[in-house]
């Protein structure tokens, strides 16, 4: 097996250290402006919607936005991913892989992928995973490499107006899943679907005797690896097997929009049910910047997740509609 040749993130005639650099910066400017945000908005919720606090907070969003549009520029360079998978145990030791437990492999890794992108992408992704989807989330495979047996993967980057790029935010979201110990905190974000492929991807490693070795660097060159060994999957194949959803609920609630990232699609409304928050899909941000500070009411849905092995809960809400009372 010869060893791959490094494929290259950046387009030819970009330094990568300088891009990364540049990438790590300009995102922490925009947290920073974020939070900025956040703190005027808690302004705007205590003195209400003074003309004086509305202009500065339009002013801190367009700021924002300027810093984005910066951080697209140098992303639009960015054009592949690169993930390398190496699957350990006795069976590839030679670098040999028999091809039916490895075809079952790639086409789980492959769907994991589309779970976790469709539930970034889409405000409530259903069962089937749309075309669109499976054609942004493709996988693939750029070749093999010595480590017991080493697949090397590669999707595009693709990146949208705000310097965001769903195939960045899908392999942050993987890694983090597949790092914790604590599926449920992920499946609001995620949802059951996608902790159900994920459950079959484990117990599809189980069955192959393999135990994986997962890197990546992302665009602010930040190393991101998933380790694991036999004990581990097994113990988190059980506690993906005891996670539970309800059936979704249509509810509303009205009050004040006190809180609205439109960059992470958070929301927060304070009214006649306490402080109610959850995602505010991307389709609804003129909505959500139109009636922030004054009366509104909302229509979300709710969901809850339940670990049975813990007893342990999740609540997600999706933001579905706003309309001005």
Do not use: W
């Given at each position: 097996m010869i060893q791959l040749p490094d494929l290259r993130n950046w387009r030819p005639e970009i330094d990568p250290e300088v891009a990364e650099r540049q990438v790590r910066r300009l995102r922490e400017l925009i947290a920073d402006a974020d939070r900025t945000i956040e703190a005027q908005q808690r302004i705007i919720a205590h003195d209400g919607p003074l003309e004086?606090?509305?202009?500065?907070?339009?002013?801190?969003?367009?700021?924002?936005?300027?810093?984005e549009g910066d951080l697209a520029v140098i992303m639009r360079e960015r054009e592949i991913e690169v993930l390398d998978f190496a699957l350990n145990g006795?069976?590839?030791?030679?670098?040999?892989?028999?091809?039916?437990?490895?075809?079952?492999?790639?086409?789980?890794?492959?769907?994991?992928?589309?779970?976790?992108?469709?539930?970034?992408?889409?405000?409530?992704?259903?069962?089937?995973?749309?075309?669109?989807?499976?054609?942004?989330?493709?996988l693939e495979v750029a070749g093999f490499f010595p480590s017991s047996f080493g697949i090397r993967f590669t999707t595009q980057t693709r990146v949208d107006l705000a310097g965001d790029s769903l195939a960045d935010s899908a392999l942050e979201a993987t890694f983090e899943l597949v790092n914790t110990d604590q599926p449920i905190e992920h499946i609001e974000r995620l949802g059951q679907r996608t902790m159900v492929q994920y459950r079959h991807l484990i117990t599809t490693l189980i069955a192959a005797e393999a135990t994986p070795k997962v890197q990546w660097r992302t665009p602010s060159g930040d190393e991101r690896s998933w380790i694991s060994n036999e004990n581990a999957l097994l113990t988190l194949s059980n506690r993906l097997a005891n996670l539970r959803e309800s059936a979704p609920k249509i509810l509303h609630a009205s009050g004040v929009l006190t809180g609205a990232s439109l960059r992470r699609q958070k929301f927060e409304l304070a009214g006649d049910q306490?402080?109610?928050?959850?995602?505010?899909?991307?389709?609804?941000?003129?909505?959500?910047?139109?009636?922030?500070?004054?009366?509104?009411?909302?229509?979300?849905?709710?969901?809850?997740?339940?670990?049975?092995?813990?007893?342990?809960?999740?609540?997600?809400?999706?933001?579905?509609?706003?309309?001005?009372?």
């Open positions: 004086a606090h509305m202009l500065s907070l339009e002013g801190m969003r367009q700021s924002q936005a300027c810093l006795p069976r590839y030791a030679n670098y040999r892989a028999q091809a039916k437990p490895l075809s079952v492999f790639l086409d789980a890794m492959q769907k994991l992928y589309e779970r976790v992108g469709q539930a970034l992408a889409m405000p409530n992704p259903g069962m089937k995973i749309p075309l669109n989807i499976r054609q942004q989330f493709r306490g402080i109610v928050t959850g995602k505010a899909p991307r389709e609804l941000a003129d909505k959500v910047t139109r009636y922030f500070g004054r009366p509104c009411r909302i229509t979300y849905v709710e969901t809850l997740y339940i670990d049975e092995g813990t007893e342990q809960e999740k609540r997600s809400r999706v933001l579905t509609d706003i309309e001005a009372i």
